[in-house]
């Protein structure tokens, strides 16, 4: 339910942009809906669309951020 394009218009607006993620054991239900949401969260996190993620799974979401570094890098 979010599209970049409204991350973008938010930040020009003044507004951060919140996303609070759910456990890893819940994500295998989006991708059968065809919904991989973490490789579009890697995306706007590297391209700075998001600006806190907040979940229960610490470790999951530090690798998260850490790999969204990564290919924001190269």
């Not at 218009?9 to 507004?15: E, F, N, Q, Y």
């Not at 490789?39 to 530090?62: K, M, Y």
């Amino acid at each position: 339910m979010f599209h970049p394009y409204d991350a973008k218009a938010l930040h020009d607006a003044g507004v951060s942009n919140r996303l609070n993620l759910p456990r890893p054991q819940r994500l295998p239900a989006y991708r059968q809906g065809r919904r991989d949401i973490i490789t579009c969260l890697e995306e706007w996190i590297a391209e700075g669309l998001i600006d806190t993620i907040s979940g229960d799974d610490v470790p999951f979401l530090a690798k998260l951020v850490e790999r969204a570094g990564a290919a924001s890098s190269r």
